[in-house]
């Protein structure tokens, strides 16, 4: 399975844009690149997914390298809900099907 | 609406006593399923996954066993728990197997082995 590396944490000030880096070096071509979050306590919740192109929704943008070989989660305006752990994730569709492996995650703190 | 029920939401259990944790998904036909384990302060380790009825496959050798007797039922069981199973339970389900399909999950299992 193609594996992602991401920082272990990072802080933010409130209303600040935070940029959350992602590798995945050993990425195939048909992986799509999946960002999930994780509050404390809960299951986590999807982001946002792309393959090639940038991709926007209310929660986040994208940018994904030109080799794909690595991608970057924008969050516009950090507020102190988007306090979590954050995964960047390779999903893997094999034979016997879909498989999504999660990896340490980036622990995002937000400061008022 | 698609929705996805896991429970218990807690739960102790002493050593050596059989598990089980029930997960179904309303709304939707044929999904694929997933259990995953979060020790305390670490990632998630997806543990099985399922494509249909009686399909399941292992991710890692472990005390843990899955089975699929329906649809959209998926049922995650020990028979003589281990500390070492203690930790946060979470069942999630997938629509279509596509990689670009994202993932539910529930509201996660969180089992004490005492």
């Known amino acids: 399975d193609a594996k992602t590396t991401q920082p272990n944490s990072m802080e933010s000030n409130e209303e600040e844009p935070v940029h959350l880096p992602c590798n995945h070096s050993?990425?195939?071509?048909?992986?799509?690149i999946h960002w999930y979050r994780q509050l404390p306590s809960q299951g986590p919740e999807y982001v946002i997914h792309g393959l090639t192109s940038n991709v926007n929704n209310r929660m986040a943008s994208l940018a994904i390298a030109e080799d794909r070989k690595s991608s970057t989660l924008i969050l516009h305006r950090a507020t102190l809900r988007d306090a979590a752990v954050y995964y960047c994730i390779l999903r893997d569709v094999g034979a016997a099907g879909n498989k999504l492996t999660f990896g340490g995650g980036t622990r995002v703190l937000v400061k008022p | 609406s698609q929705t996805i029920h896991q429970w218990p939401a807690t739960l102790v259990q002493p050593v050596g006593s059989p598990l089980s944790l029930e997960c179904t998904v309303e709304?939707?036909?044929?999904?694929?399923l997933y259990w995953y384990r979060q020790a305390a302060g670490r990632g998630l380790q997806l543990l099985f996954y399922s494509v249909g009825i009686g399909q399941i496959s292992s991710e890692v050798p472990q005390n843990l066993s899955a089975s699929r007797p329906q649809d959209r039922q998926f049922i995650l069981s020990s028979k003589k728990l281990l500390l070492s199973d203690s930790g946060f339970y979470l069942c999630a389900w997938s629509e279509l197997q596509a990689s670009n399909e994202k993932l539910l999950f529930g509201s996660g299992t969180q089992l004490s082995v005492l």
């Open positions: 709304g939707t036909s044929n999904p694929n």
């Open positions: 050993t990425i195939s071509g048909t992986d799509y």
